[in-house]
C-alpha cells in the first residue's frame, strides 16, 4: 500500500487535505468509498492521517533498506 498525504494550501494557509492510497485491487469498487467515509467517521482523521504517517515512514525504511 502506498498512501500519500497531500496539503492543499492557498495564500500561504491550509484549507485542505487530499489524501492518495493505493493497493493492489484489479479494478475500482465503490466500497472503497463507504469504506474510507466509514472509517472517517469512526476514527477521525488524525487516526487515518498518523496511519498515512506510519505507512510513509515504513516506505522511507524500505527504501534505505533496499539503498543500502
Known amino acids: 500500500m502506498i498512501a500519500i498525504r497531500h496539503i492543499v494550501m492557498h495564500n500561504g494557509?491550509?484549507?485542505g487535505k487530499i489524501i492518495y492510497d493505493s493497493k493492489n485491487h484489479n479494478a475500482w469498487r465503490n466500497e472503497f468509498v463507504t469504506k474510507l467515509k466509514a472509517d472517517q467517521e469512526l476514527k477521525g482523521d488524525a487516526d487515518i492521517?498518523?496511519?498515512?504517517?506510519?505507512a510513509e515512514a515504513l516506505l522511507r525504511s524500505l527504501r534505505g533498506a533496499l539503498s543500502s
Open 13 to 15: 494557509r491550509e484549507c
Open 49 to 54: 492521517l498518523k496511519k498515512i504517517e506510519e
